[in-house]
């Protein structure tokens, strides 16, 4: 088996820019995962892994095989080389390199009555993170970033989504592309503003629904208001007119399971 001893090794190097550098993931169409779980969500969720390497004191081979195929190839490496790598504090002592995927919305595979999540160019990797820990626990057909600003396999990303990055349908497009997919599929979308709108609960989300929010700061562009089926608010009662992007999802996303009968 390869073993890997120097954070000098021109192999790690390459890694520490895979996690570093949106365009080293773009160019290679790869990116690292950290931890046991992580892992196991992105074999679960499709995600073809390339290589694995461990902390032989932390995870025995064995553990391995149990995880991956065959085919995968593990690299030894000693602490210093991962926590060179590593990007949490904790030390789970395995890392992959895994294979990106496509995330265009031609490739989404949706159930007759889809319930999805569109977010328009959320920014912070916490609020994305969350977003998709949200869209998960509610079993979403699919959540859609429109307008992305961010690269989706951000480690930060990874880490703040628990492993919910590779648990759901995941698609990214234009403001202009996502609407037009979602009027082609005949999907009403409800969209999250101040504008021009109406009390989330007392519209209907038990046919096929989007729930459309936006940043804190700005809020959704006028295409969405324009679009929009019906512009929804959730009532505020204290000081602020607004709460935090993941919040106000869940709150939409679960009084759409409500109505469905979870």
């Keep these: 088996m390869k073993q890997i001893t ?7 190097k390459s890694l520490v820019l895979l996690q570093e550098k949106a365009k080293a993931r773009k160019q290679t169409g790869t990116f690292l995962i950290e931890g046991l779980r992580e892992i196991s969500l992105a074999i679960k969720g499709g995600y073809e892994i390339e290589t694995v390497l461990f902390l032989p004191e932390l995870v025995t081979e064995n553990q391995i095989n149990k995880l991956v195929n065959s085919k995968v190839e593990f ?32 490739d989404l595979k949706l159930s007759d009555n889809p319930l999805i999540l569109v977010a328009e160019a959320p920014e912070k990797p ?23 600003k961010s690269d989706l396999y951000n480690p930060n990303i990874v880490r703040s989504s628990v492993g919910c990055l590779f648990t759901n349908q995941i698609a990214t497009g234009t403001t202009a592309e ?25 519209q209907d989300f038990t046919t096929p ?13 006028q295409d969405w208001r324009d679009a929009a089926t019906q512009n929804i608010i959730i009532p505020m ?19 759409a399971k409500r109505q469905r009968g979870f």
Excluded: W
């Design 209 to 221: 629904t989007a729930l459309v929010v936006g940043t804190e700061a700005t809020g959704l562009t």
């Design 126 to 148: 916490g609020n994305i993170g969350a977003l998709l820990r949200t869209a998960d626990a509610a079993n979403l057909d699919a959540v859609l970033i429109a307008n992305p």
């Design 75 to 106: 690299i030894e490496i000693n602490k210093e080389v991962y926590q060179k790598l590593a990007y949490r504090d904790t030390t789970e002592g395995i890392l992959a390199i895994a294979k990106t995927k496509s995330m265009s919305l031609s």
């Design 178 to 202: 996502i609407i037009a997919f979602l009027q082609e599929k005949k999907i009403s979308f409800y969209c999250a503003t101040l504008q021009n709108s109406t009390s989330y609960h007392t």
């Design 237 to 255: 009662q204290g000081e602020i007119d607004s709460m935090n992007v993941s919040v106000a999802a869940a709150i939409l996303i679960f009084e």
């Design 6 to 12: 120097s954070i000098q090794n021109p192999y790690i």
